[in-house]
């Protein structure tokens, strides 16, 4: 669900942006390009950096991996498809180093 409803504000805080002509501009070979966010979007970003982190960490706890995994979406292709799957991955059955699954409905 944060997933979902972060996508969600994210594209409005990019709609906004760009009804209101707030897009970034940027030099990129021999022109003016215009980037398709601007400062509306980044401050939203700003805000949700550490959830989202943390909803991340959180995920990888649930399958039974350290937060560290994390840094695995650093390297490139490789490292990202990886940490997708753990991502979809069910979580791990019963207790785990990080505790209970939360799936369990007891």
Known sequence: MFVLINFIFASIAIFIDQQLHLCFKM???YGLQ???FGPVY???SLITFVPTIAVQIRRLHDVGKTGWFLFLSLL???G???VLVLYCSSS???N???GPNPANKE
């Open 27 to 29: 030099e990129i070979g």
């Open 34 to 36: 215009t980037l398709p």
């Open 42 to 44: 980044t401050f939203y």
């Open 76 to 78: 490139p292709v490789i």
């Open 80 to 82: 990202t498809i990886w």
């Open 92 to 94: 791990s059955a019963g």
């Open 96 to 98: 785990n180093a990080y």
